[in-house]
């Protein structure tokens, strides 16, 4: 058999200093999506994920709540590795930015961009606030009664100059517009595309990449006084999930470069301008695409917890369904744009939908073969129009539907594979099995079949969305395990007349508004 193709697609890694929100669930649940689509597709798909447990955030957080930021990270990563497996992510790890592998990545990265002559020590001034022991922009401050400077947290700020490290993106414009000429596929949407190169034509100045004045993060090689820049460190860890600085490893040859990394619109410059920078300088191959997803707001507010609207990812899988939140989300908002969560439409998306869209279709099919074809997958007669126009429509859905996903436009994929739910619904309705029972039983089986194959094939597609429903439809389809990915689809893989089929049971149950909600709506 011929070597499967590999594919490495990544989220960004999040701070855990919080609790997961929806903003973090969306972000795993697309990549998620994107990774189980490739592995139907036959790739060799590895998908990494995890979280950037260094940074002046997670410090501040730390300091705020009497705790250091190791124990802030302890208490808060287990949080996202559990978010993961509750909503089905398909990960093949789990990085965080505190193992040693990535201590020991990120300094040879380093290393190399120093031996490249692209570090060099300089001074760094700026605002700085003591208290938060953080930087600020001039353009951040506020004037205190007493005319002196206060951060926006109202702390007190002094100008300060340190020793800092830094790195010579100032060098690099010319080597990245020459790059996002060449790859015009390297950044998308086409949007946030143009605002790079905008913002990169504009000049770039030089990096400030190491700080002196506080411990947490990997040191510099060599200077470990200085601990690096967390965004050096952060991005590093997509080479350190599949083997670096061990370039001979099986894992880095094969999935290096990356595929894609799915992330948000706010970090789009730190992964097409610096990212692509830093390996540039370490000579070390540059991912193939970044993709920057919209943010997700709560009918139209940022969440914050001062709002008190942040909503809880596990409390939104545990009131309406893994699959269903997976499918609204995805779903719901165009992928690359932003969007809104709300209840009503979450509920609307499971009853319209999920009930009855694709749940009558598969309900009302299997129900009929169950009473009055002896439970098995009933032989067809000869195909009228419609039937043929039916399977056709199946048989030709995959192509649209790479072709969307290859755009990172998931909510189209779901578009095409729903506008063949909907011819189908329409050819059972008009096709009516139920009228032939008496009169025509082979007419009735044959549309039953006809029904019951094309579903076959949407639950094959839908797999990479809703893992576990699709499954349950092949289940109740009588589709063995090994049949199940995209080489099955079209004719090839037509059900088999006369197997045996379990009871028919609802997969997509309507939501009640007497089920459970979410408080925080
Ligand atoms: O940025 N809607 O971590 P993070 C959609 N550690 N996506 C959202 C969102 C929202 N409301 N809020 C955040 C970091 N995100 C860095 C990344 S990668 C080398 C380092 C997305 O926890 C955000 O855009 O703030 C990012 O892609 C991810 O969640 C983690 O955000």
Redesign the pocket.
């Known amino acids: 058999m011929a070597e499967k193709r590999p594919y490495y697609i990544t ?5 855990p200093n919080d609790a997961p ?4 669930a ?2 795993a649940v697309a990549t998620d999506a994107l990774a189980r689509f490739r592995r139907l597709q036959g790739l060799d798909v590895y998908f990494l994920t995890g979280t ?1 447990e260094h940074g002046i955030k997670m410090l501040q957080t730390a300091r705020a709540q009497g705790i250091t930021a190791a124990e802030l990270a302890d208490r808060n990563t287990p949080k996202f590795r559990d978010m993961v497996r509750v909503l089905n992510c398909s990960n093949d790890d789990f990085i965080t930015t505190r193992e040693p592998r990535h201590t020991r990545s990120t300094q040879e990265l380093w290393r190399r961009m120093q031996e490249a002559g692209d570090i060099y020590l300089g001074k760094y001034a700026g605002w700085y606030s003591v208290r938060d022991e953080a930087y600020y922009d001039e353009s951040e401050l506020k004037d205190a009664a007493d005319g002196t400077k206060l951060s926006p947290q109202g702390t007190p700020v002094e100008w300060v100059e340190e020793e800092s490290y830094f790195f010579r993106l100032s060098a690099f414009q010319d080597r990245l517009l020459a790059h996002y000429e060449a790859h015009p596929e390297f950044i998308g949407p086409e949007t946030r595309a143009n605002e790079v190169k905008s913002f990169v034509r504009g000049g770039l100045q030089d990096l400030s990449v190491s700080r002196t004045t506080f411990d947490w993060g990997v040191p510099v090689p060599g200077d470990p006084k200085h601990i690096m820049y967390v965004w050096v460190d ?2 590093t ?1 997509y080479i350190t999930g599949v083997g670096f600085p061990d370039e001979e490893a099986e894992s880095f040859k094969k999935y290096w470069p990356a595929d894609a990394h799915i ?5 789009i410059r ?1 992964h097409t301008v610096y990212w692509p920078a830093f390996l540039m300088s370490a000579g070390v191959a540059l991912p193939r695409q970044v993709f920057g ?5 709560n009918r139209g507010e940022k ?1 914050s917890k001062s709002i008190g609207n942040v909503v809880d990812p596990f409390a939104l899988a545990d009131a309406y369904g893994v699959d269903q939140i997976r499918y609204f989300l995805l779903r719901e908002v165009p992928f690359g744009q932003d969007g809104n969560y709300s209840r009503e439409a979450i509920v609307n998306r499971i009853n319209a939908d999920l009930a009855n869209d694709l749940g009558n279709l598969a309900q009302r099919s299997l129900s009929m073969i169950a009473k009055n074809c002896g439970g098995q997958i009933p032989t067809p007669g000869a195909l009228a129009d419609a039937d043929e126009r039916i399977l056709a429509a199946a048989d030709g859905v995959l192509p649209p539907v790479e072709e969307a996903i290859d755009a990172f436009a998931i909510h189209r994929a779901l578009e095409a594979v729903w506008a063949l739910i909907a011819d189908t619904n329409r050819y059972f309705a008009g096709e009516e099995p139920w009228a032939h029972k008496k009169t025509n039983p082979e007419r009735m089986g044959t549309i039953l079949y006809v029904t019951a194959e094309v579903t076959r094939q949407i639950a094959i597609l839908v797999q990479a969305v809703m893992p576990e429903s699709g499954a349950k439809l092949l289940d109740l389809l009588g589709v063995a395990s090994d049949s199940r990915d995209f080489s099955h689809l079209g004719p090839k893989g037509r059900l088999t007349p006369g197997t045996a089929l379990p009871a028919p049971s609802a997969v997509f149950p309507r939501h009640l508004e007497s089920d459970n909600e979410v408080a925080a709506s």
């Open positions: 989220t960004a890694i999040s701070y929100h929806i903003g973090h969306y972000e950037d952060a991005l860890n992330i948000g619109k706010d970090i730190f997803h919209g943010f997700l707001y969440m």
